[in-house]
């Protein structure tokens, strides 16, 4: 079966200031997430990718779009089902006034009974994107062959939660998974079972020094947080 590289959006203009974006339209990349979208061609000039599949929102198109500009006639699709979580009430509001809103301690330690108000439930996020990548996983292998290589540009929560299926992990520990902007993490996929082979890769250390300002309690960034400053 086929290889999936996942990727998640630069960084965008709601990471830097502090904004759970979720489905918010017009959220676009700041100047640091152009960069490193521009650089993604490079950083997978390696790879025989066979398609890319994108998340509908602004922040991935952008994402993707130095990447086929640098491969034309490389085929897009724009697939719903990897679009961001639906955060519903909470779309918009800043993730520091979010951390004392009572659901936030379920989202943190038991994502699986967390549903937002106005919006879908985490489980419901992490059914529609892992029933997507089998579905493309089918359709790339029919088309391109086992060996095929392809990507899919998406958002923290989804990936965190397809690098937990693809592990046999329980959503309840998805939270413990960290992928930065621009992060590419790649799974190979076998008949009896994936295989992670790369998690979070940025070609950057940067993010793992220690930070000048107190930490956060160990809570994980709702939506994948910012990345390194």
Known sequence: MPTLILVRHGRSTANTSGVLAGRTPGVALDERGAAQAAALPARLAGLPIAEVVTSPLQRCQETVRPLLEARPGLRCHT??????????????????????EPLME?????PSAAAFPG???????????????REWNARVEREHGADAVYLMCSHGDIIKSLVADA????????????VEPCSVTAVRYTRLRPFLVRLGDTGDFAS??????????????????AGAP
């Open 208 to 225: 793992l020094a220690p930070r000048e300002e107190p930490g956060d309690g160990g809570d994980a960034p709702v939506g994948g947080g």
């Open 167 to 178: 592990l046999g992990l329980h959503l309840d520990l998805f939270q413990r998974i960290s």
């Open 119 to 133: 919006g879908e439930s985490m489980r419901q996020m992490h059914t529609r994107a892992a029933e997507a990548v």
């Open 106 to 110: 379920v989202v943190q330690a038991h």
């Open 79 to 100: 697939e719903d089902r990897i679009g961001e979580c639906d955060y519903g009430d909470w779309s918009g509001r800043k993730l520091a006034e979010l951390k004392d």
